[in-house]
């Protein structure tokens, strides 16, 4: 890891439990903070651009408060035939979103940002992972809804879960744990440089 990091604290500008957990798997130091953003999105912005611009706000707005600290801001926004798609409200959101998935490709933006205000570094990166839906049934969607205590994920995906991974049949993507919600291996890579 980069000297000047190993002596700054590196924050997660996050409340994701999911974030958090795979980020401790390569990290053992940091902290986290959730930052209070408006995250809706704005009139035509595209799912891209929104994962970015949250990212990117996310990071600046901790950055304010931890000048000195390597914050990293990231988040996640799926794109399904042109819309957006947040986290379902309840299991029968998630249901009616989902079963829209048979046979159709979904694609997740997760955008992430890594800032540090004294030394004026500011990078920034979007991995886009296409999930392809094999032609599923109602019953292996409930089984998978049904094995879940929460589903408070973008767009209900748990890719963790063996039940979600059999409604798939293809995973594109340039680092196969962003779609957990931190393209990880871009930030191992910018910590180390």
């Keep these: 890891m980069n ?7 590196i924050i997660l500008a ?27 999105p704005r009139k035509k912005e595209s799912a891209k651009a929104l994962s970015l611009r949250l990212a990117l706000s996310k990071a600046r ?10 914050i990293i801001g990231s988040d996640q926004v799926a794109s399904f035939k042109g819309n957006i798609l947040g986290k379902p409200a309840n299991y029968e959101d998630a249901f009616n979103t989902i079963k829209k998935f048979s046979k159709e490709d979904v694609i997740f933006f997760t ?16 991995d886009i992972t296409t999930i392809s839906f094999r032609d599923f049934n109602h019953q292996m969607l409930k089984d998978y809804l049904d094995s879940e205590d929460n589903l408070n994920t973008t767009a209900g995906v748990k890719m963790e879960s063996r039940l979600f991974r059999k409604l798939i049949y293809k995973v594109k993507t340039e680092d196969k744990e962003a779609i957990i919600g931190l393209p990880i291996q871009w930030l191992l890579n910018k910590l180390s440089s």
């Design 111 to 126: 955008g992430i940002a890594l800032i540090n205000k004294t030394e004026n570094l500011q990078y920034s990166h979007i």
């Design 14 to 40: 996050s409340s994701s439990i999911y974030r958090s957990r795979l980020l401790k798997k390569y990290i053992k130091n940091f902290s986290t903070c959730t930052p209070d953003i408006d995250e809706t």
């Design 61 to 70: 707005k901790i950055s304010i408060s931890e000048p000195d600290s390597f």
């Design 3 to 9: 000297e000047s990091i190993k002596n700054n604290q």
